[in-house]
Nanobody, 123 residues
Framework: QVQLVESGGGLVQAGGSLRLSCAASGGSIEFYHLKWFRQAPGKEREFVAAHSSLGGYFYGDFQGRFDISRDIAKNTVYLEMIGVKPEDSAVYYC??????????????????WGQGTQVIVSA
């Protein structure tokens, strides 16, 4: 059973940067697809980024402002956010699964979720 714990959220000014972390325990992240989603109030959970178990990178439409990476030694996945905008305000969740690559952008195949970390971007 993999447990995921996000951190690094907070209040940031528009145009600034932020790095979210998602630390895993109870198992190695090495063989999982690792994903970031976000959910703003009243909206559906939205795909942000994924790093597949085979090393592929997948992103939502964020104009190259976000970057996902994983550190196997630290058993942690990161989301670097630059040039943040007020519309990036949301709770950010990390997830892990071993589903098909065709579902890499989908939340439905995620097996393990973190509790989320809040990001608030002020104008």
């Amino acid at each position: 059973q993999v447990q995921l714990v996000e951190s690094g959220g907070g209040l940031v000014q528009a145009g600034g940067s932020l790095r979210l972390s998602c630390a895993a325990s109870g198992g190695s992240i090495e063989f999982y697809h690792l994903k970031w989603f976000r959910q703003a109030p009243g909206k559906e959970r939205e795909f942000v980024a994924a790093h597949s178990s085979l090393g592929g990178y997948f992103y939502g439409d964020f104009q190259g402002r976000f970057d996902i990476s994983r550190d196997i030694a630290k058993n942690t996945v990161y989301l670097e956010m630059i040039g943040v905008k007020p519309e990036d305000s949301a709770v950010y969740y990390c997830g892990a699964d071993a589903g098909p690559i065709s579902s890499i952008r989908k939340a439905g195949t995620v097996e393990y979720w973190g509790q989320g970390t809040q990001v608030i971007v002020s104008a």
